[in-house]
């Protein structure tokens, strides 16, 4: 939440970040993605054998990621880190020369998320199609969560502009967390599809011959 010059870290505090209907919408769309995410170890993950204990505990990471972006949606904890940059800059003198620095520090994060993203494919690479899907889901929502932490003013007009009434970043945001929805969903369903394949399935009964007449 932006606030005057007397804010707990230059011009932040805390507060709640977007107040409107929409940012309280995107709030939820997050707490319902990380609940479907925790939902599908619950119904599809019961039994963990151990081909499924990495993504068990991947569907599990997702989720609290989630969870916590969703509550960070409204404390907006990216504009304190960015008052800490832009107070850092200004005692050291290089202010003026922020935009490199900028440059330097998004390119970091890029990099840094383009391992990230091989690493989750090359993990998730053995996993259903439907846990890809939501993998997906998820780089596209950090790419977007970049976007909006390197507060660059290009980046900044580009993702504030209406596309039919709608703004890009509500575009980017919502739409991903649809994404993320979607695998989950698709993969909590996927064991009853199958019949279930944990310990409780029941093995098919085997028919034994009719005794011979005599």
Not at 9 to 28: A, E, F, R
Not at 62 to 74: E, M, P, R, S
Not at 88 to 105: C, D, K, N
Not at 178 to 185: H, Q
Request: glycine letters at 10%.
């Amino acid at each position: 939440m932006r606030g005057g010059s007397d804010g707990w870290i230059g011009h932040w505090s805390p507060g709640i970040g977007d107040p409107t209907p929409m940012g309280w919408l995107t709030v939820c769309f997050y707490l319902l993605a990380a609940w479907l995410c925790y939902r599908v170890t619950v119904v599809a993950l019961r039994a963990p054998a151990s081909q499924e204990r990495a993504e068990q505990w991947l569907w599990y990471a997702l989720g609290g990621g989630l969870l916590l972006l969703g509550i960070n949606k409204q404390l907006d904890l990216q504009s304190a880190m960015t008052e800490v940059g832009r107070l850092v800059a200004t005692h050291q003198g290089w202010y003026e020369s922020r935009r490199a620095f900028q440059a330097w520090f998004i390119a970091l994060i890029g990099a840094l998320a383009l391992v990230a993203g091989v690493m989750l494919a090359l993990m998730t690479r053995k996993m259903p199609a439907s846990t890809r899907i939501t993998a997906t889901g998820c780089l596209l929502l950090l790419a977007f969560v970049i976007i909006r932490a390197a507060s660059f003013h290009h980046a900044d007009v580009l993702i504030s502009h209406a596309a039919a009434g709608l703004k890009v970043n509500w575009i980017l945001e919502i739409g991903s967390l649809l994404i993320i929805g979607a695998g989950a969903i698709r993969r909590a369903r996927s064991r009853h599809h199958a019949g279930g394949s944990g310990p409780n399935r029941l093995a098919p009964q085997k028919t034994l011959p009719d005794p011979p007449v005599t």
